[in-house]
T-cell receptor, first 114, second 114 residues
Framework: NAGVTQTPKFQVLKTGQSMTLQCAQDMNHEYMSWYRQDPGMGLRLIHYSVGAGITDQGEVPNGYNVSRSTTEDFPLRLLSAAPSQTSVYFC?????????????FGPGTRLTVL | GENVEQHPSTLSVQEGDSAVIKCTYSDSASNYFPWYKQELGKRPQLIIDIRSNVGEKKDQRIAVTLNKTAKHFSLHITETQPEDSAVYFCAASTLRGGADGLTFGKGTHLIIQP
């Protein structure tokens, strides 16, 4: 199993550009989520999904869109990048309640918006 | 929503001594409390977790205690070793044991002095 994978590892954008951060897991996990990590702020939840076709907002959803068309993939879209979105982004997955609630994190994407 | 406070932000201990990191949470409905370790440039990794129906949990040199009445929980590391140096995050969840996303503390940078 590759676990949780994220691409790209690094990305530099200009203000106003759009891009998609990719996240995939091969563990057949029901739950997937996106976090951003900023210095001194810990990790903050952006969006999450409890299964294919179902998504919901987390603590800091503004400026980001998600979709979940398959169990494996959970892409995060930035429609118009802003410098405030400079951060490290982590995707995580979890098997689901009743099995184990451990969240498995991907390796992260370091995004810089100029 | 949930608010998690974590202290201290930096903790320096001599190798072989014990380290204690404390967290408080605001939502009495929270029922799942994991601790993550993050080494520089790496992803967060779960080291131990506890549920609200348990007061203490131990795994070798690591233990977590939970006081539901006071709404606080703590991480205890005994006989610290150089490889324990990292940033540690506590987290809490009110929904299905964490599968729908976690609220994190801001982290504690643990430094083990040789």
């Amino acid at each position: 199993n590759a676990g949780v994978t994220q691409t790209p590892k690094f990305q530099v954008l200009k203000t106003g550009q759009s891009m998609t951060l990719q996240c995939a897991q091969d563990m057949n996990h029901e739950y997937m989520s996106w976090y951003r990590q900023d210095p001194g702020m810990g990790l903050r939840l952006i969006h999450y999904s409890v299964g294919a076709g179902i998504t919901d907002q987390g603590e800091v959803p503004n400026g980001y869109n998600v979709s979940r068309s398959t169990t494996e993939d959970f892409p995060l879209r930035l429609l118009s990048a802003a410098p405030s979105q400079t951060s490290v982004y982590f995707c995580a997955s979890s098997p689901g309640a009743g099995i184990t609630d451990t969240q498995y994190f991907g390796p992260g994407t370091r995004l810089t918006v100029l | 929503g949930e608010n998690v406070e974590q202290h201290p932000s930096t903790l320096s201990v001599q190798e072989g001594d014990s380290a204690v990191i404390k967290c408080t949470y605001s939502d009495s409905a929270s029922n799942y409390f994991p601790w993550y370790k993050q080494e520089l440039g790496k992803r967060p990794q779960l080291i131990i977790d506890i549920r609200s129906n348990v007061g203490e949990k131990k795994d070798q040199r690591i233990a977590v205690t939970l006081n539901k009445t006071a709404k606080h929980f703590s991480l205890h590391i005994t006989e610290t070793q150089p490889e324990d140096s990292a940033v540690y995050f506590c987290a809490a969840s009110t929904l299905r044991g964490g599968a729908d996303g976690l609220t994190f503390g801001k982290g504690t940078h643990l430094i083990i002095q040789p």
